[in-house]
């Protein structure tokens, strides 16, 4: 399967997902939703929050062009919000799922989707 498909099945096909992009932990956009673009720096931010998780908590995190708030954060994942608005962030072995949701949809609605593709991939070695 495709990384696209991911995307395009898995997350925002779950229609509890309103955009989504896979990012490589080396960097690199692996796959995205049509007009969803993380800039370089916001891709770089995404993959230095896991280095550095008291960083997140305290400054939250900016997804295409968005800033968002840090509810949660820990070496797997990283939850945040913005207004009724939020992003789930799973780090996998080799991707990080970045899925943002869009109210009505809610974080508790979204965050059980993020997280079983990534048990998933976490399974097949990705």
Known sequence: ???QTYVDTNLVGSG?????AILG???GVWASSPG???SPEEQKAVINA???LSAVQASGLRLAGQKYFTIQANERSIYVK???DGAVVVKTKQAILVAEYVAPIQGPEATPVVESLADYLINVGY
């Open 16 to 20: 509890k997902v309103s955009r989504a």
């Open 36 to 38: 969803y673009s993380l």
């Open 25 to 27: 932990q080396q960097g």
């Open 1 to 3: 399967m495709s990384w």
């Open 82 to 84: 913005k207004q009724a």
């Open 50 to 52: 896991y280095k550095d």
